[in-house]
């Protein structure tokens, strides 16, 4: 079901780029209280990090960040800190590689680790803590919609939350190269290209590319073509895209669940929206107009700032039976 959004972009920030760089740039973030570190030992010898606010008796919320994010990601601060107000346990799964300490292994992390997502799950109920709600940004939503259209079984997530996903990777490969959402593509890159290069240090007779060659790549899909596809198993970057882009799992996905996306989305292009027969009936798609990139910034003044996210991403997981 594909659904028009209720959100209203504040009048001072209807440019979909200040929707995107608001939080980041300008916001003040929460404050959040102590969180406990858990270390996850996987099967093949690498680790994944999960930080938690522990709170018994309540239902428990896992979170995933998006390209490069963590539990410091402006996003992130927002929703958990609502999150805890709102009286619910909080997990914050780190993808391989980004809890502020470099992984084991040559692999890392991509758009699609839907097992490592299990192993989470799976690995936090040993402790007992089982997972009642997930949420994902960016990419951590395109790992949380490939996971739940792949039906997984054992787990008791009751609902879920998508927001600003990568549908269609090859799209927003393309659709991040151009213009002003270089600015965005380059940040990212520059981080990415940093891990490639210590993972050259670690594993040099694995990558083939010189320091040289990985300091330029300039693209995504050359990125992901030279560094992430041959890392992870794929014949390239378009196997890569091919295989784990999420729109494609949409129509498969049987627990409620909420995708929430903008037109004006500076990460992508239209054409990652799915038409209302890609998607089941599981699955309410939230289109705005505006917000762009995990952005739905509302409210009468930019001192007086309103995160829709922090409003419609609890109220769709009260509504849990």
Known sequence: MITPSKFRPAWWAKNRHLQTIWGAVVRKLPELPPLERWRINLPDNDFIDVDLYLASDKPTVLLLHGLEGSIDSHYMRGIVAQLIADGYQVAIKHFRGCSGESNRLLRSYHSGVSDDLQQVIESLAQRQVRVDFL????????????????NHSGHQVQRAVAVSV??????????????????????????????ALYKKMQFAEKIQLSEKEINQLDSFWDFDHQITAPLHGFESAKDYYRQVSSQQFLKHIKVPTLVI???????MNTKVIPDAKQVSTAVEFELADYGGHVGFVGGNWPWRAEYYLEHRIPEFLAQAG
């Open 135 to 150: 949420i994902g940004f960016s990419l951590g939503g395109n790992v949380l919609l490939k996971w739940l259209g792949e």
């Open 166 to 195: 990568p549908l269609l990777l090859d799209e927003c490969a393309n659709a991040i190269d151009e213009g002003f959402s270089r600015v965005y593509s380059g940040r990212l890159l520059k981080t990415l290209k940093m891990k």
């Open 261 to 267: 996306h903008a037109k004006d989305d500076p990460f």
